[in-house]
């Protein structure tokens, strides 16, 4: 095992924590579902993020051994393990995003680090700099067209697809576990700009937020 | 605004996810100790500007954040090829002319073909 020092960012205890979005919730507001509702928003915060840098092998045998859980093998790819909790997305040719439900990530990197040993990588925990949005419904498809730069059509970005690209005037990791579900990974500096941009994109297609 | 294919991603992608670097295959004096001032100027400050084929880094900025190579033609404006970092081009100024010759045969030869296939299609 390395001797990287790691540390557990969740401490045991009450310790209050806030969503990056808590603040901008209370402000902007929360629309409820209404009878012409065609997009529904929800944050999933506190989800464990880790970076993963190294060589593809490496990572994909360590990952197996951990998860039970491969790396994607074509780029832009998003593997999701069956509940659809735990997934690795490509972002660049070394770099992978591992996204596991909160409070595993630190156990993760801990099993992950001795099971590559002496192997040239790197794994940063990125949970707390991004957020997980959530956008559903029919009219998801037609907000993203309205945001982002990339070509959304079902028949360019099917299902198992993420990509990094330009929502707005910030950058956004758009990926697509299911058909009917877009996930938008956003950097918490940018989450109350991406909520808002979402409101009254959304506003249309009288979206809902769920929290 | 251009539609550039990221060697990395794969796929084109639209420009304002990518930042131009400037002039490629810059090499670093290897002796920087004996180099003369001329030179390092030269290698610092000195790019080349030319009408027709030229060499340029980008960098795909929002995405893979991979740094590559475009062959664009600054008259026409258009990426006559894309190769990764480490990779030399297989179109320069020098052989430009004789690959637009072979290109231009390519789709005569292949507008003809296409005549053809379209009354299939139909």
């Known amino acids: 095992m390395s001797n990287a020092q790691q540390f557990d960012t969740r401490p045991q205890g009450e310790i209050p924590v806030e969503s990056p979005l808590a603040y901008s919730m209370q402000r902007s507001g929360t629309p409820k579902a209404k009878a012409g509702t065609k997009v529904t928003m929800r944050e999933r915060p506190f989800l464990g993020q880790l970076t993963l840098r190294g060589g593809a092998i490496v990572l994909d045998e360590a990952l197996r051994e951990v998860l039970g859980l491969g790396l994607p093998g074509e780029p832009l790819g998003l593997v999701q393990d069956k509940a659809g909790e735990r997934s690795i997305q490509w972002m660049s040719p070394d770099e992978w995003l591992l996204i596991v439900p909160g409070g595993e990530e630190f156990d993760v990197e801990r099993r992950l680090r001795e099971a590559l040993g002496d192997a040239h990588f790197a794994i940063s925990n990125v949970g707390g700099g991004q957020t997980v949005l959530e956008l559903e419904g029919e009219a998801a498809n037609e907000v993203l067209k309205k945001s982002v730069a990339y070509d959304v059509h079902p028949r360019h970005f099917p299902v198992g697809k993420g990509v990094t690209t330009v929502f707005a005037k910030a950058t956004v990791i758009l990926r697509r576990p299911s058909e009917e579900r877009w996930e938008l990974v956003v950097r918490r500096s940018f989450a109350d700009y991406t909520y808002r941009w979402l409101l009254d994109a959304g506003e249309e297609f009288d979206i809902a937020v769920e929290n | ?122």
């Open chain 2, 1 to 122: 605004m251009f539609y550039i294919l990221c060697p990395y991603c794969g796929e084109h992608r639209e420009e304002e996810e990518f930042h131009p670097k400037g002039q490629a295959h810059i090499a670093r004096p290897e002796d920087p100790e004996n180099t003369s001032d001329d030179e390092w100027g030269d290698y610092l400050f000195f790019r080349d500007n030319p009408r027709g084929v030229h060499h340029e880094l980008w960098v795909h900025a929002v995405g893979c954040r991979k740094f590559f190579n475009i062959t664009r033609h600054t008259v026409t404006y258009e990426i006559l090829e894309v190769y990764k970092m480490g990779e030399q081009p297989s179109i320069t100024a020098e052989n430009y002319a004789a690959h637009q010759a072979a290109a231009s045969a390519d789709n005569e030869r292949n507008a003809s073909q296409g005549k053809h296939q379209q009354g299939v299609r139909a």
